[in-house]
Each structure stands twice: as structure tokens, then as C-alpha cells.
């Protein structure tokens, strides 16, 4: 089953190539747009506001450039039954190994009442195991503005760069009644 992501998210892109997504605006859903099994996908100029969880969730894709976007004002949530992460990835329902990814020019703003998670690249699969790990990963040239420790968060990958991101701490931003300085985590 594809779980209740697929009905609570704006989009849903699943099992595609060569899709581009660009100049849209997504807000008032759950999540943005959901990225799973899929190949060689743009993720280009879009806004991204207003949302309940996460603004891209992305599973098992192979080929992804997310750049010129604009992330900001997430809805959060009072209470640990629900987070929200601007950009999140995870491993859970596929067997396709996520690479080659790059997150370029974007920019992620949290308001001055919640805070989020901004870029968490996760990948429960390849913990120990790096034959599974997430390969060619680059996030550059981005603005983080957010309350949240989670900054940056690439786990269980190589071949990671990192560079030219401003990390800034919006000390009103919070998650749970607590506020962090965002940090970089690899």
C-alpha cells in the first residue's frame, strides 16, 4: 500500500521519468509533493508554504535536481505526533537506492512562530549497511532561516557535498516549545 501520503500530499509523482515540476505553487495540504520510485526529476522554481508535514517527501529516486525554490511559512504542529521537514527522505517502501541528487539555490524560510526541519536526507536501509547507502549527494548555494537543530542532515550516504549554504538562527522559530541554531549533520 502506498499509505496515507498519497491522498494527503498536493502531488505525487510514482514510478515516472523525466518529469519536470516547475512554477507552481503548493500550500494548504498536508505534504507538497511526494517523489517515489522514480528517475530523472526537476524540481524547479516552485513555492512551497502552508503545509501541515513536509514539502517534499522524496523514496527511491534516482536522478533529482531541486533548485530556485522557495520554502517557507510551514503550518508545524503543537505536539510530537507530527513534524514537518521542508525536504525529507527516507527509505522505507522501495528497493530502489536514492542517488544523485543535487539541492541548489533554494531557500527556506521558517516563520517567527515554527520551527522545522529543513533538509533531512535520511535512509533507515543503508544504517550499517553500505551497500545501501544514498550516493552523489550536493547541496549547495542554499538559505536555511529556522529554529530546528536539523539544518542539514545527510545520514548512511557517500560521496556528499556540502558547501556554500548560509545556516542562519531565527530564535523565534519553535518545535515543541524549544529553539535551536540549525546546524550541519553528515
Known sequence: GEGPSSWQAAGFIRES???????????NYVHGL????????????????????????IEGVQGLRIEGNDFYDFLGSPNSLNHDDMIQMF?????????????????????????????????????FKPEYFTENI?????????????????????????ENNTVLWNQSATLEGQNHPPAIFM
Request: proline share 0%; no cysteine; charged share 25%.
Open 138 to 162: 550536493t547541496i549547495k548555494d542554499n538559505v536555511i532561516y529556522n529554529g530546528h537543530l536539523s539544518g542539514i542532515r545527510v545520514s548512511d550516504a557517500r560521496n556528499v557535498v556540502v
Open 34 to 57: 511526494y517523489l517515489r520510485d522514480s528517475y530523472d526529476i526537476v524540481f524547479e522554481d516552485n513555492d512551497v508554504t502552508q503545509l501541515q508535514a513536509d514539502g517534499l517527501r
Open 17 to 27: 521519468r523525466d518529469v519536470e515540476v516547475s512554477g507552481n505553487h503548493f500550500s
Open 91 to 127: 527509505a522505507m517502501n522501495t528497493d530502489i537506492i536514492s542517488r544523485d541528487i543535487e539541492i541548489i539555490g533554494n531557500t527556506f524560510v521558517a516563520n517567527d512562530e515554527v520551527a522545522s526541519q529543513t533538509i533531512f536526507l535520511g535512509n533507515e536501509k543503508g544504517q
